[in-house]
């Protein structure tokens, strides 16, 4: 007896079926986890040091014009910010630079999800519209002295808050996660900028309290 013959299609998946479906699911979990990282990408990266750059350049051109000295060590009997510093306010900093600055968007690392940049300097501009921190010790007569620098920082476990803080000769200082994949960057007074671990910036302020013992022998720094 013949079997009959039967044109129907099995259920069965075919390989190439089963490559597709796998392939596609592989897709799918590459999506979702990327969508878990952080927001990171080398032109932010990128685009903060070139802030820093700006940052750096407008401090020295202000300094140029006033006696050789940053504004936050002249009075503000002078033209500078020296007692505003004092109390933690960074935006007076940057203010009294505007000119140099020319824009407050440049005061806003791009990874920075935590603050907005101010339309102008005048009626919407603060310590809320700042991403770095400024050293208030460094001097031209140090070049590798801090000058600025990233504020995605914590010591022994705490995020700094803002205000004046100093720091030790060698301070339990990390990098958070929060932007450039737990490093962060830091002008110096020579105008490079350098991306730093925890263990370079460490380095940097034991590098400043050993080459400042005539001028300040202190590391403070302003956080916005």
């Known amino acids: 007896m013949k079997l009959g013959h039967s044109n129907r ?24 986890f990327d969508a878990l990282k952080p927001a990171y990408s080398p032109s932010k990266k990128i685009a903060c040091e070139d802030n820093l750059r700006h940052i750096g350049l407008a401090f020295r051109v202000w300094e140029g014009a006033q006696e050789v000295v940053f504004p936050m ?25 505007s000119n140099e600055l020319s824009t407050p968007k440049i005061l806003i690392c791009p990874e920075d ?25 460094a001097a031209e007569k140090y070049p590798n002295s801090i000058l600025v620098g990233d504020d995605n920082f914590e010591i022994s476990g705490k995020l700094v808050s803002s205000g004046v803080l100093v720091l030790p000769t060698n301070p339990p200082i990390v990098w958070t996660g929060k932007r450039h994949q737990f490093k962060g960057n830091i002008g110096l007074v020579d105008g490079s ?4 671990t925890d263990s370079d910036l ?22 916005p």
């Open 9 to 32: 299609r099995t259920n069965a998946l075919t390989l190439t079926e089963v490559l597709v479906v796998v392939v596609a699911s592989a897709f799918l979990i590459l999506i979702f």
């Open 193 to 196: 900028v350098q991306t730093t």
């Open 113 to 137: 999800a935590s603050r907005h940049w101010a339309a102008n300097w005048a009626t919407d501009f603060g310590n809320k519209n700042i991403s770095y921190f400024v050293g208030l010790d």
């Open 73 to 97: 060590q002249k009075s503000m009997t002078k033209g500078g910010v020296l007692e505003l510093c004092a109390t933690g306010n960074v935006a007076a900093v940057f203010r009294v630079m």
């Open 202 to 223: 460490t380095d940097a302020i034991i590098s400043q309290y050993k080459f400042s013992s005539d001028f300040t022998n202190r590391f403070r720094i302003a956080i």
